[in-house]
Each structure stands twice: as structure tokens, then as C-alpha cells.
């Protein structure tokens, strides 16, 4: 398999160790990863796993307007293959595909900061606020932890703080997945605090490889978040688009 098609997988492992937390059913049915129960803000009801399946997927789709499934919902197109606008949907935002290579290194001068993975539900709680507040996250107020302790029990998912002293200068997550062609770690829900994000930035990667040492990083970025990545040395795999339902 390509690094594409190994990004792609991860993420829908990502999405599917976050919902199955909150206690959704999830499944794995016609090329797509499919959680049947409302998913929390942020994440799809369903993601393509593979490229050449688009009748079955489509119909599966078509199938999830049809039940019980509250609308609005999104569809996550891995592989930018599915025309979903002939069944109401529009297209919510797209995004680029990225890959970093075992052999790519980044380089990061030392700037005083600490990256520290969170161990206990305390840390994880403090962790989930300071990433609510800087994504502004109107679409959780009053609801519940979105992470929930849970996913600190898998071995292969970490929540990295990045510290100068006791202030927090830089969030992420990463995660990691084996598709069958060998393992990669997924890099996401980056946040960026300090004064100097792109090296705060570059310091995220390097905790993620000091992480999960010797593995493809993967992930997906846009605009300026995209070019960053791509500036570090991560390389374009392939478009996704994020579909949105009709109401």
C-alpha cells in the first residue's frame, strides 16, 4: 500500500478510537469506516478506505440519509473520488494529504521547551480545555469531554503538551496505525500558543518522532497550515474533500 492509502487509514483509526470512547457504533462496511451513531463535533459519520469501491460507498451513503441518522452529518472523502453533490450534499472544505519519510529529518534548535505526554484523566482534562480554547470551540460548549480518559489505556495514541516553564506553547496528537505495509504515526490537532509558532511547530514533529521513533509521519493540513508542514519537509500524498450533508 501507498503512504496515501496508510494516511488514510490512520485516520479513520484516529476517528474511530475517539468515537468508540464516547460509546458510538462504529463499523467497517462497503470500503468505508462508518460510525452509525452521531458523531461528536469534528469528526465524520463515515471515511472512504479505499479508492475503488465508489458504487458500494455511494450506496452506503445513500443508505445513511435514509435511516435515523440526525442531519447534519459529513462524509470524509480519503481519496477526492466521490460526487456526492446528485444526493444534496456540498462540499464543506478540502484539504492535502501529507507524508513525512523516515529518512526526512527536522531539525530544531533547543527554544527551553519540555514535551510531556499526558498520563492521567487531570492532565488530559487540562489538556482538552487549553485545546477548546484555542480553537474557540463554540461546538462543544455544554457538552461533554470530547477525549475521554479511555484513549490514554491505547498504547498507540499520545496527547503531547509542549512547555516553556509552566507556560503551554504547542498541542498535538499522534497516533499510530499499521494498514498491513508497516506502521506510520499520524500527526493532528495541532495548536500552536507561543511566540514563536513554526518553530514551536517543528518541535511538535520532533516530539512526535521522539514518540514513535523510526516510522512515516502522515497527517492532512490547508492554507497556511499546509504550506508549513510542506515547509518542514513533509511531502503532498493526495487531496481528501469533506462532504456535507443536507439538513
Same mark, same amino acid.
Given at each position: 500500500?501507498?503512504? /496515501?492509502? #496508510?494516511?488514510?487509514?490512520?485516520? @479513520?483509526?484516529?476517528?474511530?478510537?475517539?468515537?468508540?470512547?464516547?460509546?458510538?457504533?462504529?463499523?467497517?462496511?462497503? %470500503?468505508?469506516?462508518?460510525?452509525? =451513531?452521531? =458523531?461528536?463535533?469534528?469528526?465524520?459519520?463515515?471515511?472512504?478506505?479505499?479508492?475503488?469501491?465508489?458504487?458500494?460507498?455511494?450506496?452506503?451513503?445513500?443508505?445513511?440519509?435514509?435511516?435515523?441518522? &440526525?442531519?447534519?452529518?459529513?462524509?470524509?472523502?480519503?481519496?477526492?473520488?466521490?460526487?456526492?453533490?446528485?444526493?444534496?450534499?456540498?462540499?464543506?472544505?478540502?484539504?492535502?494529504?501529507?507524508?513525512?519519510?523516515?529518512? @526526512?529529518?527536522?531539525?530544531? !534548535?533547543?527554544?527551553? =521547551?519540555?514535551?510531556? !505526554?499526558?498520563?492521567?484523566? @487531570?492532565?488530559?482534562?487540562?489538556?482538552?480545555? +487549553?485545546?477548546?480554547?484555542?480553537?474557540? +470551540?463554540?461546538?462543544?460548549?455544554?457538552? &461533554?469531554?470530547?477525549?475521554?480518559? !479511555?484513549?490514554?489505556?491505547?498504547?498507540?495514541?499520545?496527547?503531547?503538551?509542549?512547555?516553556?516553564?509552566?507556560?503551554?506553547? #504547542?498541542? +498535538?496528537?499522534?497516533?499510530?496505525?499499521?494498514?498491513?505495509?508497516?506502521?506510520?504515526?499520524?500527526?493532528?490537532?495541532?495548536?500552536?500558543?507561543?511566540?514563536?509558532?513554526?518553530?514551536?511547530?517543528? %518541535?511538535?514533529? =520532533? +516530539?512526535?518522532?521522539? @514518540?514513535?521513533?523510526?516510522?512515516?509521519?502522515?497527517?492532512?493540513?490547508?492554507?497556511?497550515?499546509?504550506? !508549513?508542514?510542506? #515547509?518542514?519537509?513533509?511531502?503532498? /500524498?493526495?487531496?481528501?474533500?469533506?462532504?456535507?450533508?443536507?439538513?
Amino acid at each position: 500500500m501507498t503512504l /496515501l492509502e #496508510a494516511a488514510v487509514h490512520n485516520n @479513520a483509526v484516529w476517528c474511530d478510537a475517539v468515537c468508540r470512547a464516547l460509546g458510538c457504533d462504529t463499523t467497517r462496511v462497503d %470500503g468505508l469506516w462508518v460510525d452509525r =451513531s452521531p =458523531s461528536p463535533p469534528y469528526y465524520s459519520n463515515a471515511v472512504t478506505l479505499v479508492p475503488d469501491a465508489i458504487d458500494a460507498q455511494v450506496g452506503r451513503v445513500r443508505s445513511l440519509l435514509m435511516g435515523p441518522l &440526525p442531519r447534519p452529518w459529513t462524509i470524509k472523502d480519503g481519496f477526492h473520488v466521490l460526487d456526492l453533490a446528485p444526493l444534496g450534499f456540498e462540499v464543506l472544505f478540502e484539504a492535502e494529504w501529507v507524508g513525512l519519510d523516515t529518512e @526526512a529529518g527536522v531539525e530544531v !534548535a533547543g527554544d527551553g =521547551s519540555s514535551w510531556l !505526554a499526558m498520563t492521567d484523566d @487531570a492532565d488530559l482534562d487540562t489538556w482538552e480545555s +487549553a485545546w477548546r480554547g484555542a480553537n474557540d +470551540a463554540e461546538e462543544l460548549i455544554g457538552l &461533554p469531554r470530547l477525549f475521554q480518559p !479511555a484513549l490514554l489505556d491505547d498504547p498507540d495514541i499520545r496527547f503531547l503538551t509542549g512547555r516553556q516553564g509552566t507556560v503551554t506553547v #504547542a498541542l +498535538a496528537i499522534a497516533n499510530r496505525s499499521d494498514d498491513g505495509s508497516g506502521p506510520v504515526v499520524g500527526i493532528s490537532n495541532i495548536v500552536l500558543l507561543g511566540d514563536d509558532p513554526e518553530r514551536s511547530r517543528a %518541535g511538535i514533529v =520532533s +516530539a512526535v518522532r521522539t @514518540a514513535f521513533p523510526g516510522l512515516p509521519m502522515v497527517g492532512y493540513e490547508r492554507g497556511d497550515d499546509l504550506a !508549513a508542514m510542506l #515547509a518542514l519537509g513533509f511531502r503532498g /500524498l493526495g487531496r481528501l474533500r469533506v462532504w456535507l450533508s443536507p439538513e
